[in-house]
């Protein structure tokens, strides 16, 4: 049970972190479009710097041996090591390789497909349509039975979803022959994004039998043992320290971007004066572009430490109802700060996810509660 503090905490870096990332990712794909293989790249660093220390002790617990009677024997005191070591798993490396590889894959996806002129406020959109493939796969896969008001409310985000994809796909300009380039790559962004969302699902099942294989039983627990707490933060660092090596296959991508945008207007940063009497401003001067980076890094690092704190403490249909509310917000903020990107057909479409979103979330609740009371 979340405390008043805790939700203060929690709610101000979903919030603040994502709502404030998506405006500097859209303010850098706009004019770096090909920029998001370099913007997945040092995400995916930050949040492994962040959680790297939390991974390593400097204690040498020693594990309760189990002697032929049966019994087990109380672990030893702790010894101080003065190397370092990464703490003991609750999850096999083997189920992570999988999570990263999907991972990886469907983050780099949807950061690349900004460079298929996809606006921010269809990127938002369409991403809040993946309950359509979970649904698929969970009644292929899994077996899984859904309620009237679930398949009516992804019937209802579909057509949402086709509204807002066909309100920007809407030739702007007057000259044809300028129309149809555009059409096409427009077409191959949402391809990609459909491939990205296809991949979350995979992701979604796999995820779903990780938590009732490891993290589950150790959630139990947890009340008795603190470390159980602790498991959002091992599954953000090896989702995505783990796939670091895979950006060596986009080192001259990474390379090229980070070039093109060496040469953006530059900025001057001055730096604190020593005194009244200093006969110059000090400073520095850096390409205007990397201060957005930056930022960007640094809010997506807050986003995902506040969506994994969220995940790791309260129920999954809360979860879905802050981040359809958190998806809004973005979207009504990429209009206000960059506009034109908005139009009737677009709006109704966005709401039409939103309140799919929220129907299927309500329609999961009652199901379950339904077969409780069976």
Same mark, same amino acid.
């Given at each position: 049970?979340l405390?008043?503090?805790d939700?203060?905490?929690?709610?101000?870096?979903?919030?603040g972190?994502?709502?404030?990332?998506?405006?500097?990712?859209?303010?850098?794909?706009?004019r770096?479009?090909n920029?998001?293989?370099?913007?997945?790249?040092?995400?995916?660093?930050?949040?492994?710097?962040?959680?790297?220390?939390k991974?390593?002790?400097f204690?040498?617990?020693?594990?309760?041996k189990?002697v032929?009677?049966?019994?087990v024997?109380?672990?030893?005191?702790p010894r101080?090591? $003065?190397?370092? =070591?990464?703490?003991?798993?609750?999850v096999?490396?083997?189920?992570?390789f999988v999570?990263?590889?999907?991972?990886f894959?469907?983050?780099?996806?949807n950061?690349?497909? @900004?460079?298929?002129?996809?606006?921010?406020?269809?990127?938002?959109?369409?991403r809040?349509?993946?309950?359509?493939?979970?649904?698929m796969?969970? $009644?292929i896969?899994?077996?899984?039975r859904?309620?009237?008001?679930?398949v009516?409310?992804?019937?209802?985000?579909?057509?949402g979803?086709?509204?807002?994809?066909?309100? +920007?796909s809407?030739?702007?300009?007057?000259?044809a022959?300028?129309?149809?380039?555009?059409?096409?790559l427009?077409?191959?962004?949402?391809?990609?994004?459909?491939? +990205?969302?296809?991949?979350?699902?995979?992701?979604?099942?796999?995820?779903?039998?990780?938590?009732?294989?490891y993290?589950?039983?150790?959630?139990?627990?947890?009340?008795?043992?603190?470390?159980?707490?602790?498991?959002?933060?091992?599954?953000?660092?090896?989702?995505?320290?783990?796939a670091?090596?895979l950006?060596?296959?986009?080192?001259?991508?990474?390379?090229?971007?980070?070039?093109?945008?060496?040469?953006?207007p530059p900025?001057?940063?001055?730096?604190?004066?020593?005194?009244?009497?200093t006969?110059?401003?000090?400073?520095?001067?850096?390409?205007?572009? @990397?201060?957005?980076l930056?930022?960007?890094?640094c809010?997506?690092?807050?986003?995902?430490?506040?969506?994994? =704190?969220?995940t790791?403490?309260?129920?999954?249909?809360?979860?879905t109802?802050?981040?359809?509310? =958190?998806?809004a917000?973005?979207?009504?903020?990429s209009?206000?700060?960059?506009?034109?990107?908005g139009?009737?057909?677009?709006?109704?479409?966005?709401g039409?996810?939103?309140?799919?979103?929220?129907?299927?979330s309500?329609?999961?609740?009652?199901k379950?509660?339904?077969?409780?009371?069976?």
């Amino acid at each position: 049970m979340l405390t008043l503090s805790d939700w203060i905490t929690t709610l101000s870096l979903v919030f603040g972190g994502c709502c404030s990332n998506a405006i500097t990712l859209e303010h850098i794909t706009s004019r770096y479009p090909n920029a998001g293989v370099l913007i997945t790249f040092f995400q995916f660093l930050i949040v492994s710097l962040y959680g790297l220390p939390k991974q390593f002790t400097f204690n040498d617990h020693s594990e309760p041996k189990h002697v032929a009677s049966g019994t087990v024997s109380a672990p030893t005191t702790p010894r101080r090591r $003065w190397i370092p =070591r990464l703490k003991n798993r609750k999850v096999p490396l083997l189920p992570y390789f999988v999570q990263v590889v999907l991972f990886f894959v469907l983050s780099t996806l949807n950061n690349a497909a @900004f460079a298929y002129h996809i606006p921010m406020t269809v990127h938002i959109v369409f991403r809040s349509g993946g309950m359509i493939i979970n649904m698929m796969l969970g $009644w292929i896969f899994t077996k899984k039975r859904y309620t009237v008001r679930q398949v009516t409310s992804v019937v209802v985000v579909t057509a949402g979803i086709i509204m807002t994809t066909l309100s +920007a796909s809407k030739p702007k300009s007057r000259a044809a022959e300028v129309d149809i380039p555009d059409v096409s790559l427009y077409a191959m962004g949402i391809s990609i994004l459909g491939l +990205a969302l296809v991949l979350s699902g995979f992701l979604g099942l796999i995820q779903d039998w990780v938590y009732a294989r490891y993290v589950a039983p150790a959630e139990a627990k947890a009340s008795s043992d603190p470390a159980g707490q602790s498991l959002w933060q091992e599954h953000m660092f090896y989702l995505h320290s783990l796939a670091l090596p895979l950006f060596y296959f986009s080192k001259d991508n990474i390379s090229t971007e980070l070039t093109r945008m060496g040469s953006s207007p530059p900025i001057f940063l001055s730096l604190p004066q020593s005194g009244p009497l200093t006969p110059y401003e000090a400073g520095f001067v850096v390409p205007s572009i @990397f201060i957005y980076l930056l930022f960007n890094t640094c809010t997506q690092l807050v986003c995902v430490v506040g969506v994994n =704190r969220l995940t790791g403490r309260v129920s999954s249909l809360t979860v879905t109802l802050i981040l359809t509310v =958190r998806k809004a917000i973005s979207l009504l903020l990429s209009i206000a700060v960059y506009g034109g990107q908005g139009n009737t057909e677009m709006w109704v479409g966005a709401g039409l996810v939103f309140i799919g979103t929220i129907g299927y979330s309500t329609g999961r609740k009652s199901k379950d509660q339904k077969e409780k009371r069976d």
